[in-house]
């Protein structure tokens, strides 16, 4: 499986941006799919997960109901819409893929792409 995000760039606070997960190599609805960020000097933090079907999106509690993930099947890509970004959301944004849990750790997580960068200006 593998995983390419894109989408990250430089954005003031308040904007949105949208990022993008094309995964290739297998079927795409058989795994969860989930993002986390890291900040520089930071750990890496769960972001957003989906189910395999698209239902029971699960968001960091930083996130939520600024962030909304999403996926299409059909194009095996995940998404996530950030809007009202802010300077603390300032970092690169991996998407994952696993085959058995909605989690939060990324030990959870077996695929991973090579993250892409969002800068939030204030």
């Known amino acids: 499986v593998q995983l390419q995000a894109s989408g990250g760039g430089l954005v003031q606070a308040g904007g949105s941006l949208r990022l993008s997960c094309a995964v290739s190599?297998?079927?795409?609805?058989?795994?969860?799919m989930g993002w986390f960020r890291q900040a520089p000097g930071k750990e890496q933090m769960f972001v957003a997960a989906?189910?395999?079907?698209?239902?029971?999106?699960d968001y960091a509690k930083a996130v939520k109901d600024r962030f909304t993930i999403s996926r299409d099947n059909a194009k095996y890509t995940v998404y996530l819409q950030m809007n009202n970004l802010k300077p603390e959301d300032t970092a690169v944004y991996y998407c994952?893929?696993?085959?058995?849990?909605?989690?939060?750790?990324?030990?959870?997580?077996?695929?991973w792409g090579q993250g892409t960068l969002v800068t939030v200006s204030s």
């Open positions: 994952t893929a696993n085959k058995l849990y909605l989690g939060r750790q990324p030990t959870q997580y077996d695929y």
């Open positions: 190599g297998r079927t795409f609805s058989s795994y969860v």
């Open positions: 989906i189910s395999r079907s698209g239902s029971n999106p």
